[in-house]
């Protein structure tokens, strides 16, 4: 399944904030909205790929221009994370697709 980057959003809001509170300097968000918006961007504008991690598939974007990273469920139908990386690393996650 294809995430609908427009609306996807975080499964727990108490997830949204700790990730937002922990990356939002390094993602240059000065608000919540901006830290959302960053992470439905790179999921549009990312090139898509799957990892295992902690026992389970997960989806991740990774806009390599921005070094961004979104990651979602396998389902695809909530964020678990918004950080920036190095392109190396996705290629290192557990299993990645990543080409």
């Given at each position: 399944?294809?995430?609908?980057?427009?609306?996807?959003?975080?499964?727990?809001?108490?997830?949204?904030?700790?990730h937002?509170?922990?990356?939002?300097?390094?993602m240059?968000?000065?608000?919540?909205?901006?830290?959302?918006?960053?992470?439905?961007?790179?999921?549009?504008?990312?090139?898509?790929?799957?990892?295992?991690?902690?026992?389970?598939?997960?989806?991740?974007?990774?806009?390599?221009?921005?070094?961004?990273?979104?990651?979602?469920?396998?389902?695809?139908?909530?964020?678990?994370?918004?950080?920036?990386?190095?392109?190396?690393?996705v290629?290192?996650?557990?299993?990645?697709?990543?080409?």
């Amino acid at each position: 399944m294809s995430s609908d980057a427009g609306s996807v959003s975080w499964a727990k809001r108490s997830e949204f904030e700790r990730h937002y509170r922990k990356h939002r300097q390094e993602m240059g968000a000065r608000t919540r909205e901006a830290y959302l918006g960053s992470a439905r961007q790179t999921i549009r504008l990312g090139t898509r790929f799957t990892y295992f991690w902690n026992g389970r598939t997960h989806v991740g974007y990774f806009h390599r221009q921005t070094r961004r990273l979104t990651t979602l469920m396998e389902d695809e139908g909530a964020i678990l994370t918004h950080y920036r990386t190095s392109e190396r690393q996705v290629r290192r996650f557990p299993d990645s697709t990543y080409n």
